[in-house]
């Protein structure tokens, strides 16, 4: 394991740990998508199908299960907890995130390394989490003001990303015959959606570079975060409330 990987995995789970303590401590999920969120539930089901058949190593087994375990946990939270539910912003959270779903899948039986369920599954699962932050993204956007517990859920979550580039980059040219085709080529269709257009032109257009680079994948989830990256940093350096602009 290289030092990118390490930083990812662990911004990763700070991402996390920030959000569960906004939602387990302050009793609140405001400016928090459910749609998300149970897309990301989704993503980690489909992904680790071999965690109680392919052994790794300890360290791989249980960030699995923290991940598996930590998803749902913030999804029932915000469904069934009596306080929590009551913070949440339906009326703004209405992007339809079924309609990543199904391109997702579609993509995923079209394109993959090996025709078997597991691998379909796993390559799903790439595929789906390069778009599961959009409906959170357009949440943010609606809203507009972000509390800064919400605001550092982003951003960790972003890093993570940007961290996990590096780490194939890394990879690439440190380990023979690397090449993760799959997870860079689906990275690449999230981030063109950081720069005006309609997310359904750039959603369009994202599933067909999914088709046509390695590499480019992994730069698009990335930059789908530079927008709020921007005004992230901007608003830590001026040390004022973080406002995404409509």
Not at 61 to 75: A, P, R, W, Y
Not at 118 to 123: L, N, P, Q, R, S
Request: proline share 1%; net charge positive.
């Amino acid at each position: 394991m290289n030092v990118f990987r390490l930083a990812g995995d662990m911004t990763h789970l700070i991402s996390v740990l920030v959000l569960l303590l906004k939602i387990h401590t302050i009793k609140s999920c405001a400016g928090v998508s459910l749609k998300t969120q149970e897309l990301y539930a989704l993503v980690f089901s489909t992904r680790y199908l071999d965690i109680f058949t392919d052994f790794t190593s300890l360290y791989n087994t249980v960030m699995k299960l923290i991940f598996l375990g930590s998803s749902f946990s913030i999804v029932w939270y915000m469904r069934h907890h009596k306080l929590v539910q009551r913070s949440y912003d339906k009326d703004h959270d209405t992007f339809r995130h079924q309609f990543l779903v199904l391109p997702c899948l579609i993509l995923a039986l079209l394109i993959h390394e090996q025709f078997t369920f597991k691998e379909v599954m796993w390559t799903f699962s790439i595929y789906l989490e390069a778009v599961a932050i959009l409906p959170q993204l357009v949440l943010l956007q609606r809203t507009r003001n972000i509390d800064n517990l919400t605001g550092q859920y982003v951003f960790f979550l972003g890093a993570y990303r940007s961290l996990y580039i590096l780490n194939w980059i890394y990879r690439y040219f440190t380990e023979p015959h690397y090449v993760h085709w799959i997870s860079t080529t689906s990275m690449f269709c999230v981030v063109l959606f950081c720069f005006g257009f309609t997310i359904f032109k750039w959603y369009l257009i994202s599933v067909l570079l999914l088709t046509l680079s390695a590499w480019m994948s992994g730069f698009v989830q990335t930059l789908l975060y530079a927008d709020f990256f921007y005004y992230y940093i901007n608003s830590w350096k001026n040390n004022v409330k973080l406002t995404l602009q409509a």
